[in-house]
């Protein structure tokens, strides 16, 4: 059997992973809204690459840190709960925003790759892969490289699919009313993600 048949569904399950709704996606939903969808490729590379990278470590043995001290994964939540509540709010109290706006920076590289930092969705799918498919015996190294690189390559094909859709919010709210409503329901959207993250 190849590796490529043998890890399917690991493979599925980052699609999953990455295409479902959390605060990762929201943000680059509402920054290619903003800013256009080429403006937030520099986020999507952030945080794909860091959160792959994420995976290879908690693969190789560092991530167990978090399985023996469960107030430093509870730490983590809160302060990425809190940055996210932090953000909702900006993006719950900004104007309607326009393609040439200015009234704020693009979601950048440094800040995306931050969030997958203290993202409770990221580590708790990489503490997944480590206990559920992980190789225990034969090319361990091996084959978790190739879960971090078919991770990160599903990763930012979904991750671009949600900035496609941004883009595409100005052709179905034409309004600034209600580009303004789209943005406060994204904005609750992430909050809830957030919370949802820390009380799982």
Known sequence: MSLLSQQLPFLFFAFVASITPGP??????????????RATLPAIAGACFTASAIVLICGVGPGEALRHAPWLARLMALAGALWLTWMSWQLFTSPAATLAGDATR????????ALQLINPKTWMMAMAVVTVFAPQ?????????????????????CLVAWAWLGRGVHRVFRSDRALVRFQRVMALWLLACAWMGFFQ
Request: proline share 2%; charged share 10%.
């Open 137 to 157: 015996e034969g090319r361990a190294l091996f084959t978790l490289a190739f879960q971090a690189l078919g991770f990160l390559v599903i990763s930012i094909v």
């Open 24 to 37: 990762t996606n929201i943000l680059i939903l509402t920054n290619s809204q903003r800013y256009g969808a």
């Open 106 to 113: 693009p979601f950048s590289a440094r800040a995306a790759a």
